[in-house]
């Protein structure tokens, strides 16, 4: 039997665009995954909480507001403290190309920008689980 | 032969000639060449014909289902004369950093022939939080203009005289304290509260059904509107109280025959609420107007405006007692489809925008705002804005598409469109009624607390993601035509600096140090006291304002009285 | 050849988990549970072996209801009322695996943003991955982590649909029915099992006009339930079902809060009752009865296997199989090889 993949989708900051996480956390569904769905406006606190008591093996940051610069670096400065290292974490949302790197920098395995396919993201999850 | 019985032989023969065309001509050619689809539907899931005749639309009168332009139905325009007396106002959404950077932007448009202003807020102001709230960690500044207090508003119009121009503001759950700083702006200025034209979005319903920027529950939400709406009836009688917004529900992903029918559903539901309170729906009800989407599929965008007209023209008279024809008048501003713009070769964005716009101006619109093509990389460039607002001056000055009134009424086509799209609406008003057992502003509660919406959008957005990854929906140069090579760089690309944060809060704080701090405390007490009652609560939001009390202390204040609202979610 | 479940050997890095657990660590507690949930039987074997003696103390309540009665947001309000007494609260909210994909939407964790970060409140969301019964064999396991883990409370909400409610009643102590005001005929579509299992019938959204009806309705039911002889299909259930217990109707706002604290009351009465009569006990004895079947099914059913395509001795019933003869249908083999087997397992 193929492992459940269990992801968590949230959504940072205060925006409130979540046709994107939405119709993504369908797709992960459609695509036999176990998606978490936490709403809106997560606080970095908020979220590492989520992933200390969900235990999945995905987490999907979607961000629209532009506040990814200050956010995810402070979410993943908190997964820092907690020592949690096995969860592969990506964004998603408007992040212009010269902040992914940055992004990268601070641990976000992979951004995904508007007009992704969910099939890229499934087989992206699937070739680079962390555990 | 009277010229009905001569139409009804007309329409025999071209239906025969059609059967005739279809069975002979057609079928030949489809044997050598067939269709390019199975079936041809619209962005609705409207199955489309290949060909419209007279057939299509027989039971139309033209005089009860058209009529003439500025007359009831207002099927073919809003006003008698459109855009031959004056084009639409063009008005493009903007608001970056802080006041002082936007007003600059502002006063940059009205150099280059924009014709209103339109203020988008930072998320902070659209959720009732200071800048200096954790909340509004790295949202300061970044999705529009930061205003804490009557300060920031005062450095927003510098040097723009309120009595000359008109503005619109999108913010609703905190929409009477952003009105009221503008009307003590005004007052600065030596502008009065009667003489000030703009418009308010404040409309709350369409925030728990899509975009999500509610801050308390429906009914204290709806309190809060109809204060507005009679606050502005008797001191504010120009302003434009509610913009019934359906940009945001497609944005969200619905239809666009869902787009106008939660609209206008939500619109009547305003109504009812207003003469709920009392008011005579002559009253307020030509104050409310309209902010629809405009998106790619061409003609079924200008269907949609032309039964939106209609439609409300007919509910307000037939259904809610309406005597003054402002009332059954609908205005509307448009938005070019935010969602349609692809980060991918970005210059293609303009064309997807000029296509819109135009079918903004075939529909009749009142206002404008075109998007600019790098919007779905970032915040947009000055250079971009520009372009996106010559887009709008070459169709107006250019296309000569603003020379005839509705010239598209008439078409077999549009038409059957525009019936059809009435006829889907009516369908759900009658489920959004059936769900208020009779009573629209019931049944949009009762819609939003079941997820009625909610699940209808959700269902319609991911049901267009799986048929863009199916290609049954192509987007060019994403799922088609895909192209690898280098593009033309677009123009640098606006960046909101974190420093725009730290001076925010530290304006904030200083406002907070130089004001009059027991009038202020007094003010939110009040506002406290009056949130408990019924007392119409705008003027006690005025003296707060102007006491320098931030959007986010008076949110504050009211988010304790009024509780906080939560919805469930819905995919 | 030894059965699977004798195996009593634990791995280093079950134990250490289960170490750390024992020391409050909240991370291992959730991978503990992610180990049952991946692992089956054979893994959860390891750890519930381990961490049994530490289990028994928590107070199991059971919540169901029909999608849209509110029971997530009304889970989460009596998670407040406890946090409020200073107890240490788990939530297992479970939610159905799409048939056709094997994927899940777990939602529930939105409608307890509240208490997200209360550090007594431990949420778990779970997929039922389509096990008979709606709450996977998984699920009981993690109710014993949890309890290993020093929960005073564990709530266990999940979609109300058929067999899960019986599936909660085997695991809670205290099982409430949530039902929405208004929804129409559901009442009738319930079946008459539902007044069996139930505790207390929760009618929620009480801000609405058919809230009345609905609790009219229900305690309708309730007096004709209570002179009806017991229907076939839930017989084991109404043998351990006390007579003196009428589940009691309340009405609840789980947005507002409004008769939350009642409805504690009431969980808090049950739970009395429950212990002087008896009846936790009786309860507990149908629960691990259940535990059991299922421990025993799913090792049986591997030691099966096991013996169908491994021994030697198997072909030669294949062999006859293959004959086409008559008393050689696969049917009559079945049975005999059935019969050896329970000669050797339960003679």
């Known amino acids: 039997m193929e492992k459940n993949i269990r992801c968590i989708v949230a959504k940072p900051g205060l925006d409130g665009h979540d046709r994107g996480a939405k119709v993504i956390s369908r797709g992960l569904r459609d695509a036999g995954l176990e998606v978490i769905y936490t709403g809106l406006h997560q606080t970095a606190d908020d979220i590492v909480e989520s992933v200390v008591q969900e235990d999945p093996d995905v987490l999907l940051l979607s961000i629209l507001s532009g506040a990814h610069t200050i956010l995810f670096p402070e979410i993943m400065k908190k997964f820092k403290e907690e020592g949690i290292n096995d969860v592969l974490i990506l964004g998603g949302g408007i992040i212009p190309d010269e902040d992914i790197a940055k992004m990268k920098e601070v641990g976000i395995s992979e951004i995904f920008g508007p007009g992704t396919k969910i099939q890229e993201i499934v087989d992206y999850i699937k070739s680079h689980l962390k555990r | 032969m009277t010229s009905t019985e001569k139409n009804r032989g007309n329409l025999e023969i071209i239906k025969k000639e059609k059967e005739r065309w279809t069975n002979e001509i057609v079928k030949k050619s489809l044997e050598r060449v067939p269709e390019r689809k199975r079936v041809f539907k619209n962005l609705s899931n409207i199955n489309i014909n290949s060909l419209y005749t007279p057939d299509d639309i027989k039971n139309m009168d033209y005089i009860k289902d058209l009529g003439f332009p500025g007359e009831y139905p207002y099927t073919r325009a809003a006003q008698p004369t459109s855009y031959r007396a004056r084009f639409w106002t063009m008005r493009q959404f903007a608001g970056l950093g802080d006041a002082k950077e936007t007003n600059q932007r502002f006063k940059y448009l009205i150099a280059n022939g924009q014709t209103g202003l339109s203020v988008a807020f930072h998320l902070p102001t659209i959720y009732g939080y200071e800048s200096s709230s954790p909340m509004s960690s790295g949202e300061v500044g970044k999705e529009g203009v930061a205003i804490d207090t009557l300060t920031d508003m005062e450095q927003l119009f510098d040097g723009i005289d309120l009595s000359k121009i008109s503005t619109s503001m999108t913010i609703n759950a905190p929409a009477s304290i952003l009105l009221c700083m503008y009307l003590a702006v005004g007052e600065k200025q030596g502008v009065p509260m009667e003489k000030l034209t703009g418009t308010i979005q404040n409309d709350i319903l369409k925030e728990y059904q899509a975009q999500k920027s509610y801050i308390f529950p429906p009914e204290p939400s709806m309190r809060l509107i109809v204060d507005t709406i009679e606050f502005c009836t008797k001191n504010v009688p120009k302003w434009n109280t509610i913009s019934i917004s359906g940009y945001h529900i497609r944005e969200a992903g619905s239809t666009a025959v869902q787009e106008l029918a939660f609209t206008l559903a939500n619109g009547l539901a305003y109504v009812e609420a207003g003469i709920e309170r009392g008011l005579n729906v002559d009253e307020f009800a030509p104050r409310l107007s309209h902010f629809f989407n405009s998106h790619n599929n061409f003609f079924e965008e200008i269907a949609k405006y032309r039964a939106a007209r209609r439609i409300w023209a007919k509910h307000l008279r037939e259904d809610y007692g309406a005597k003054d024809p402002k009332s059954w008048r609908l205005r509307f501003h448009t938005q070019t489809a935010g969602v349609s713009l692809t980060a991918k070769e970005p210059y293609n964005n303009v064309i997807r925008v000029t296509l819109q716009a135009l079918a903004a101006v075939l529909g009749g619109t009142q206002s404008l705002h075109t998007n600019s093509f790098d919007e779905a990389l970032a915040l947009p460039s000055e250079e971009a804005v520009r372009i996106a607002l010559r887009t709008q001056q070459i169709i107006a000055e250019e296309s000569g598409a603003a020379d005839v009134i509705d010239p598209l009424g008439g078409s077999y086509y549009v038409e059957a469109l525009t019936n059809k799209m009435e006829e889907e609406c009516e369908k759900y008003f009658a489920k959004i009624k059936k769900m208020g057992k009779g009573s629209i502003l019931k049944g949009s509660i009762v819609g939003v607390k079941n997820n009625f919406y909610q699940r209808e959008i959700a269902n319609a957005s991911y049901q267009f993601q799986r048929e863009l990854e199916a290609k049954e929906q192509i987007q060019v140069g994403v799922n088609k035509y895909i192209f690898e090579g280098k593009v033309i760089e677009p123009p640098e690309l606006i960046k909101i600096s974190d420093e725009v944060s730290k001076e925010q809060i530290k304006n904030l704080n200083d406002v907070k140090a130089q004001r009059d701090e027991a009038l202020a405390q007094k003010c939110l007490e009040k506002i406290k006291e009056i949130a408990q009652g019924t007392e119409n609560l705008i003027p006690y939001i005025l003296d707060a304002v102007k006491a320098y009390c931030s959007v986010g202390e008076i949110i504050g204040v009211l988010r304790k009285i009024f509780t906080v609202y939560r919805e469930e979610s819905i995919f | ?347």
Do not use: C
């Open chain 3, 1 to 347: 050849m030894e059965s699977s479940i004798k195996s009593s050997k634990i791995d280093l890095d079950i134990y250490n988990l289960i170490e750390k657990m024992r020391k409050g660590d909240r991370r291992a507690v959730a991978r503990l549970i992610t180990k049952v949930e991946n692992g089956g039987p054979e893994v959860s074997k390891q750890i519930i072996k381990e961490i049994y003696p530490e289990t028994g103390k928590s107070f199991i309540i059971g919540i169901t209801g029909s999608p849209g009665s509110g029971k997530s947001t009304l889970t989460n309000q009596i998670a407040s009322e406890y946090l409020k007494k200073g107890l240490k609260i788990s939530i297992i909210a479970v939610d159905p695996t799409s048939p056709f994909s094997g994927g899940a939407l777990l939602g529930d964790r939105i409608r307890m943003k509240s208490n997200f970060t209360n550090k007594n409140l431990f949420i778990r969301s779970m997929a039922n991955r389509g096990k008979l019964g709606g709450l996977a064999m998984a699920t009981k396991e993690a109710i014993h982590i949890f309890d290993a883990y020093g929960s005073d409370i564990i709530i266990v909400e999940t979609v109300g649909v058929g067999q899960s409610e019986i599936d909660i009643f085997k695991s809670a102590h205290t099982t409430l029915v949530i039902m929405p005001p208004g929804m129409g005929d559901e009442i009738q579509a319930i079946k008459a099992g539902i007044t069996e299992i139930t505790d207390i019938f929760v009618v929620n959204k009480m801000d609405r006009n058919e809230a009345d009806k609905r609790v009219n309705e229900l305690e309708t039911m309730l007096d004709i339930a209570e002179n009806i002889v017991v229907d076939q299909k839930n017989h084991n259930i109404r043998i351990i079902k006390s007579n003196k217990w009428r589940p009691p109707v309340i009405k609840t706002n789980a947005i507002s809060g409004e008769n939350v604290p009642e409805l504690i009351e009431l969980i808090e009465s049950h739970r009395e009752f429950s212990k002087t009569t008896g009846l936790k006990n009786k309860k507990l004895a149908y629960r691990y009865k259940h535990y059991v079947v299922d421990i025993i099914q799913y090792f049986q059913n591997k030691d099966i296997e096991r013996l169908i395509f491994s021994n030697p001795k198997i072909n030669e019933f294949i062999d006859q199989i293959l004959s086409y003869k008559t008393g050689s249908d696969p049917y009559s083999i079945s049975e005999m090889i059935l019969e050896l087997f329970s000669k050797r397992y339960f003679s």
